[in-house]
């Protein structure tokens, strides 16, 4: 840990082989992200982290640390580009935050307060993918999904289940479940597999379950997502 | 803050809206009487005003479009208010309503007027008095230019309270992020 670079002139310190964001969370520093979870391997397709690095942008969970590199990341110009980006999922899915079980909970929704979101901006896309609930104890609503692929590394990588996947091109991209009638409930899907727990939105719902905590005790009502990570991160240095 | 000489206009409306987000703004309770020493109300559900004045201030827009009639008064409303605020989940993305956006509306109003249970002899009606609904739901910055949003389902008192008081003393408005929800 002898090496550091920079972020908004804050010395990081960095393990060789450590992504800036790795290096940025280890050392209680925020960077916005939605496909980045730290027991995966990156994804890169959120685009959430970005930063610039010598004038250049770049995805701090992909990019390695280098020593001495300056890293711009809590700026106007950086966080006007996030908010674009998450602006971009709110439309292309069906977001009605006000009757969604995960609300208070949601990561896209909170990344959203933190970056001062008050507005989609563009054009909603209202796409129409039918609910999957023929599972016992969950239910799939697709249309919230951002294709952050955390539930299908989860699957793949630790429960060895490859129960989701990503299928499609372009906007048509989407979220199915690896069965050949396409259900969740033809899969060996169970509450106790990692897969459950990872989605950062109201994808993968628990039947039954909903609503179960007061508003004012969720999550993101209590904390902003910055002040939670980086709390949660510096004990672990 | 000094109480201006001439009183801010201020007009509201509710278009495919629960009329949640007023009875939220009333939240602000007796700050009501305090803020109506810098505004007056026009065209609200409010006040007894057909129409917005040609010279309004301030125009709150609850609700999303869902028929031609919110169309109209959503255009009359950008017409005559310099500035425009959309308020509340409903006219920022479609809200709750815009979740029949994926059935056919013909389907829709099949089942609520002809096909349910209970409707003996029932039609979908069709007197020219009443506005035809649009195919879809939309967010009301689809149609017109909007300059402020408000989030939330409703917002809070406390939210709106600090837009308009924020756009009373001049500054931009800002929500802090126990004021920030879409909830």
Known sequence: MSQTFTIDGRIIPFAEGQTILQAATAAGVFIPHLCYHPEFKPHGSCKLCTVKVSGRHAASCTMRAVAGMVVESD????????LALTQMLFVEGNHFCPSCEVSGNCQLQATAYHLGMMSPHYDHFFPNRAVDASHPDFLLDF???????????AS??????????????????????????????????????????????????????GFAVPIGERTYDRKPIAEIIEAGR???? | MTPPRKKIKVATTSLAGCFGCHMSFLDIDERLF???DYIEFDRSPLTDIKEVSPDCDIGIIEGGLCNAENVHVLRDFRKNCKVLIAIGACAINGG???????????????EIYHTSPGLANGMI????????????VHPIHEVVQVDYFIPGCPPSADAIWKVLTDLLAGREPELGHSLMHYD
């Open chain 1, 75 to 82: 700026t106007e110009e950086i966080n006007g580009e996030r």
């Open chain 1, 143 to 153: 249309n919230r999904c951002i294709l952050c692929s955390l539930c299908v590394r």
């Open chain 1, 156 to 209: 793949r990588d630790v429960d060895g289940k490859n129960v989701f996947a990503l299928s499609g091109r372009g906007i048509a991209t989407h979220l199915i479940v690896n069965a050949k009638s396409g259900q969740l409930g033809d899969t060996n899907f169970t509450p106790a597999d990692k897969a459950a727990q990872v989605c950062p939105v109201g994808v993968i719902l628990r039947k039954r379950k």
């Open chain 1, 234 to 237: 510096e004990s672990l240095t």
């Open chain 2, 34 to 36: 305090t803020l109506l």
């Open chain 2, 96 to 110: 709750l309503p815009a979740q029949r956006n994926h059935l056919p509306l013909a389907t829709i109003l099949e």
């Open chain 2, 125 to 136: 009606p069709n007197d020219p008095e009443l506005p035809l609904p649009l195919n879809k």
